[in-house]
């Protein structure tokens, strides 16, 4: 069950009562410490000392919040600024030299070499050597909005997005961020993700679906087939798209978001994450016990009893065809569904 975040996680380390993936933060103005949105899933922080941990194998017990595959080669990033590198598919980790200890919510490698993380304390981290090493490339003024996701198209051109309506973009490889607002709500962006024919989305809170047909120059608000929040948008095709999000809402569109159909779905929890694996089919999940599959590209789901009782913030198919959750309990190996 998703329960309201009483109190803040410290982007600095702190221990607190709980934690929500992705860094959420407090509303401000709203008095207390009051959740501004649902979390992607809430999880408690198990009674740790308030530090990263001091190997790999810990490490990968962790909170963790997202994943990507580079080539062979497999990241992961979360609590206590963990960023985790894999060559062999998610079965032993080497833990990057970092320059934080802030929580890390999303990562993106658009090629083996260039990567970037983003997270708390509204920070950009880079690395350009294949993610051994990361440096601070940028943080932004207000420590309190944390980014939530990071898309680049190439080694030049990328975007981070996250709370109250941030959107950072750079055309040069990060060495300039340019902050930018693409809608007059200040609404929470989510994630941000790229289809196959080069149309960028964003997903995010009070039912914000945005689509960039000019790799982020001007976005368009999609009609938006419910108020609640979205955490992803995950393209199938050209045209073909699912948005997934609270009390367990899917919707399918086949004219890139200009028309949606719910999709009827049996678990109610929170959808976080979604992948469509080497074989078509589609995962996805989000609070403890909630996974959904598809066989039919998107039409139809059906719940997946997955042997993991956790919130999963990521799931993410490796190059030897395993899928991997991250989450509350760290990296866990699933099982074909």
């Known amino acids: 069950m998703i329960h309201p975040r009483e109190r803040t996680e410290s982007s600095r380390g702190r221990r607190t009562s709980g934690f929500a993936p992705r860094g959420e933060p407090v509303r401000r103005g709203l008095g207390g410490a009051r959740r501004l949105l649902p979390a992607l899933l809430a999880v408690a922080l198990a009674a740790a000392p308030g530090r990263a941990a001091d190997s790999s194998e810990l490490a990968a017990q962790s909170l963790l919040l ?26 032993t ?7 934080t200890q802030a929580t890390l919510t999303a990562i993106c490698f658009p090629d083996e070499r260039h990567g970037w993380a983003v997270g708390h ?17 940028y943080q932004g003024p207000d420590l309190d909005s944390p980014l939530l996701s990071v898309l680049f198209l190439d080694s030049q051109t990328g975007f981070a997005v996250g709370a109250y309506g941030q959107f950072l973009a750079t ?48 976005w368009q608000a999609m009609a938006a087939p419910y108020n609640g929040s979205f955490y992803g948008v995950l393209p199938l095709g050209a045209r073909t798209l699912l948005a997934y999000g609270l009390r367990g809402r899917i919707f399918r569109s086949e004219d890139d978001g200009a028309s949606w159909q ?46 993991l009782t956790t ?6 198919a490796t190059a030897d065809g395993r899928l991997l959750a991250f989450g509350e309990a760290g990296l866990t190996a699933l099982p074909a569904p």
């Open 66 to 91: 997202d994943a990507q595959t580079a080539g062979h080669v497999l990241f992961a990033v979360g609590a206590y600024g963990h960023i985790l590198r894999s060559g062999d598919d998610g079965r």
């Open 262 to 307: 719910l999709v009827p779905v049996a678990p109610q929890g929170v959808l976080a994450t979604a992948v469509r694996l080497p074989d078509g089919v589609i995962v996805i999940g989000g609070a403890a016990r909630t996974f959904v599959v598809s066989r039919d590209n998107g039409r139809s789901f059906t719940a997946w009893a997955a042997p």
């Open 171 to 218: 055309a040069d490889g990060g060495q300039h961020w340019t902050a930018r607002r693409i809608i007059e709500q200040d609404r929470h962006f989510n994630r941000i993700s790229a289809g196959p024919t080069g149309t960028l989305y964003i997903a995010g809170e009070q039912g914000t679906l945005l689509r960039s047909a000019d790799r982020g120059a001007t």
């Open 311 to 316: 919130p999963v913030a990521a799931l993410a």
């Open 121 to 137: 304390d509204a920070q950009i981290l880079h690395s350009d050597d294949g993610g051994h090493s990361w440096t601070r490339q």
């Open 93 to 99: 980790w080497e833990v990057a030299a970092v320059p």
